[in-house]
C-alpha cells in the first residue's frame, strides 16, 4: 500500500522560508513523478512545483524563483523562501507511479504566512 507521509508545514511572517518533506513508501522503484499541489480556502487545487525521476523540474508561476522542489529517491522536498501571504494554503504531496496513472495523495500539510 502507497503512504505519503509530509511534514513541515507552520506558522511563519512574510519574508521567512519553510522546508516541506514527503516520504512515500510502499513502492520499490523510484517514481516517475512526485511533486507539491497546494490549495487554499475557497479556491481550487494549483500546481506547485514537479520533478521527474531524472530531476527534471516544473513550478507553478506564482512561485517560480522563490521555490525549490528536490527529491532524493522517494522522499521530495519543497524549499519555500521569500514566503507571502498569498501562500498560505494546504500543501498537497503527490506521485505518479507510471505515465498517465492517477496520482496518490498526501493528507496535506498547513502552511499559514502571518505578521
Known amino acids: 500500500q502507497v503512504q505519503l507521509v509530509e511534514s513541515g508545514g507552520g506558522l511563519v511572517q512574510p519574508g521567512e522560508s519553510l522546508r516541506l518533506s514527503c516520504a512515500v513508501s510502499g513502492i520499490g522503484y523510484s517514481l516517475p513523478e512526485m511533486g507539491w499541489y497546494r490549495q487554499a480556502p475557497g479556491k481550487q487545487r494549483d500546481m506547485v512545483a514537479q520533478i521527474t525521476g531524472g530531476a527534471r523540474t516544473n513550478y507553478g508561476n506564482s512561485v517560480n524563483g522563490r521555490f525549490t522542489i528536490s527529491r532524493d529517491k522517494n522522499t521530495v522536498y519543497l524549499q519555500m523562501n521569500k514566503l507571502e501571504p498569498e501562500d498560505t494554503a494546504v500543501y498537497y504531496c503527490?506521485?505518479?507511479?507510471?505515465?498517465?496513472?492517477?496520482?496518490?495523495w498526501g493528507q496535506g500539510t498547513q502552511v499559514t504566512v502571518s505578521l
Open positions: 503527490y506521485c505518479r507511479r507510471g505515465p498517465f496513472m492517477t496520482p496518490d
